[in-house]
């Protein structure tokens, strides 16, 4: 399964090196956008100029993609199944909330509230959604396997373990504040400080933190990582079947993105269409 995944995140990568293309944009345009096609260029795409104020996009690339938690928390995974290493275990189960969550955020990736709704698969003729798709669903049948079998062993969730690979999530996020607040797509000051409009950046990222304060917003999530991961061990040692102790974290996760769409916590980038120009 290890190595059977770890193909699977390869071709993902490639898909993301030479695949130049934008949600919003397709979504006017289709096939025909401007952004929408291979090329093997890997640097170097990023062509745009401010046009009354508005940031107009000529070319733009997937690089991004690479800066994304859900690619991290999978190579936790296959790599544990490979290598059979404790703390990678303990930094998959870590890391489980990440991809579940993000499926259920991003499965309608134009309008969250609406994965409540006869819509929620308008948007998956679009090729790149699939794949993001791909990586969620991966991810989740790994974490899923692990901690199943993690249960089954009697082997007890270790926060001294967990919490490298929990603040190596915050680490992550810091490279996307320092790779990517430059890029036009954060209105602002810098991204980092309070007025800035700095976040997470994707696609499909779920990324518009409430406040922004030099990337220690970021807390907020180690917070509720903590928060989740405690409420998955006192649950679970309540429960003798392993069967059905695999159930609570899925059912903390789903709960919990339940509750953030209610109350709009959850959003994504805003990229509109018009910055997108067509000939």
Known sequence: MGYFFLVVFFIMSLFYLFYDGWLYEWVKFGYQGINQHWDLKVFGDLDYEIINGEYVY???????HFLYLCHYSAAFCYFYLIT???????????????????????????YVREIFSTDVFRFHSYFLQFVFDLNHIS??????????????????????????????????????????????????????????????????????????????????????????????KFSSARIANPKWQVVVPYAFFVGI??????????????????AFPQT
């Not at 000529?58 to 991004?64: A, D, M, V």
Request: charged content about 10%; aromatic content about 18%.
């Open 84 to 110: 059979g290493n404790e703390w990678l275990r303990q930094g998959a189960i870590a890391t489980m909330a990440f991809p579940v969550m993000s499926f259920f955020g991003s499965i309608n990736p134009i």
């Open 139 to 232: 991810g989740s049948i790994m974490g899923f396997y692990i901690f199943y079998t993690s249960m089954r062993d009697k082997v007890k969730m270790d926060f001294k373990k967990m919490t490298p690979f929990i603040l190596f999530t915050w680490l992550i996020y810091m490279m996307t504040k320092v790779v990517m607040t430059e890029w036009p797509f954060w209105m602002g000051d810098s991204g980092w400080g309070p007025t800035g409009a700095g976040g997470y950046y994707d696609t499909n990222q779920i990324n518009m933190f409430p406040v922004h304060f030099y990337g220690l917003e970021y807390l907020i999530v180690v917070g509720l990582l903590y928060f989740i991961n405690a409420g998955v």
């Open 58 to 64: 000529y070319s733009t690339h997937n690089l991004q």
């Open 257 to 274: 993105t339940i509750i953030m769409v209610l109350i709009g916590a959850l959003q994504l980038q805003n990229i509109p269409w018009q």
